[in-house]
DNA sequence: CCCCAAATGAAAATGAGTCTCAATTTAATT
DNA sequence: AATTAAATTGAGACTCATTTTCATTTGGGG
């Protein structure tokens, strides 16, 4: 949750891979970090447009595949064929809840349940790197139509 | 399991909706019966055009959507960039292991998993329809790599 | 300050999936 | 068997998210 401690992870990555620190990817990341939930490459690149018109397009999609390669945001599929970034701390992810009416998106996360999927796993030989689990119904205001 | 209830079910569906049955619809259907665990429509029109090479991309495409309208199929994404149908038998459902090493996909079932998503949905007041759990890892064979 | 690899932006390219439309086929009816 | 209206098909055009290309600009070590 601390911003400049993401922000100084990131710019470590940069140098570790030899990359540069600039500019554009200072602004789309305090962009991105500024709130968003589960932004989609366009939706970053609205927002990010609205303080320097002249990012690009491009600039955005590889910016945010850096952001996934260094661990502070992941890819998500929602089914509605835009990927989604959602920014992540280290030890700390969640689970969906997802409206199939409405659209609205709950997050949540349940220890137990982690702990089975690691059992399963374990059963089959697999050693879990990362997990999504999506749960697709009617919330509640939904369930009166 | 058995192919010609689900065939029989799909010609059902078929004339509930006031569609027709044609000879593609059911050579897809067969091809899509064969075998193929998560086959994306590339694959299953590849397979049909090597028996029936007049068969467009469209018709596979629009198939494959009337499968999974029906309940025969249900659509899967692995994050690929390519939708996978996979057959379902109607009370039969599994999740997966994913092995970001070799792409090898091991399916699983586990009750108690699901019960604790029913309780959780539950707890934010939702009403779940259907769900989605991959687990990304490695497989035992590529944990020496 | 110089240099060059890396980064950028604009536009073209890609690729999965959808749509259009003229020609064909189905199935219900004469 | 012939008729017919509606559904289907195949080919190719199209969409839309994302990626690539490439000429130009920029970061930062020497």
Redo the contacts with the bound molecule.
């Keep these: 949750m601390d911003k400049s401690k993401i922000k100084d992870d990131f710019r470590s990555f940069?140098?570790e891979?030899?990359?540069?620190?600039?500019?554009?990817?200072e602004e789309?990341l305090d962009e991105f970090l500024r709130d968003g939930a589960h932004l989609?490459?366009?939706d970053l690149y609205m927002r990010v447009r609205s303080n320097?018109p002249?990012?690009?397009?491009?600039?955005?999609?590889?910016?945010?595949?850096?952001f996934a390669e260094c661990g502070i945001a992941e890819q998500r599929q929602f089914g509605d064929?835009?990927?989604?970034y959602e920014s992540t701390t280290v030890d700390e992810h969640h689970d969906h809840l997802i409206c199939t009416c409405c659209g609205k998106i709950v997050e949540f996360e349940d220890p137990e349940i982690e702990h089975l999927q690691e059992k399963v796993a374990a059963a089959h030989g697999f050693i879990i790197e990362r997990h999504r689990l999506n749960l697709f119904g009617r919330c509640r205001d939904c369930q009166a139509s």
Excluded: D, F
């Design positions: 940069l140098v891979k030899g990359l540069k620190s600039t500019r554009q990817r789309i989609s490459a366009e320097n002249r990012i690009g397009y491009a600039t955005v999609y590889r910016t945010l595949k850096l064929g835009q990927t989604r």
